[in-house]
């Protein structure tokens, strides 16, 4: 049985682009002030509703949720402490769908 794994963030990208760490991108990471958060390293979960809450976070306007295929070598995520595999960190992955367009959160918020 093949896992399926998330990812909530920026929005706008397409099957077949990849997920870079933000290191290596333009991309802003929410890291929520967690001091195990890698810049080196994509984020990804097992969780859709995870993925959800983490593409609502995403400051600079609607986000979204990707199905992705996890690329490069896949390591436990220190911050998770589930012990399932519900979420991993890889140097890349790739976009295989998008799951949920538009996802209205903190960087969809007007300031008035």
């Known amino acids: 049985m093949n896992t399926t ?3 909530g963030g920026v929005g706008g ?16 990471q929410a ?3 967690n001091a195990l958060v890698r810049r080196d390293r994509v984020y990804l979960t097992t969780n859709l509703d995870a993925a959800v809450l983490f593409a609502w976070g995403y400051p600079y306007g609607a986000g979204d949720v990707y199905e992705c295929e996890l690329l490069g070598p896949v390591e436990p995520d220190p911050d998770y402490r589930g012990e399932d595999g519900g979420s991993v960190q890889c ?3 790739l976009i295989v769908r998008v799951a949920v367009m538009g996802v209205q959160g903190l960087g969809s918020r007007s300031s008035s």
Do not use: I, W
């Open 5 to 7: 794994y998330y990812h």
């Open 13 to 28: 990208l397409l099957p077949g682009d990849q997920l870079v760490p933000p290191g290596d991108s333009e991309v802003s």
């Open 31 to 33: 890291n929520f002030g």
């Open 91 to 93: 140097a890349r992955a």
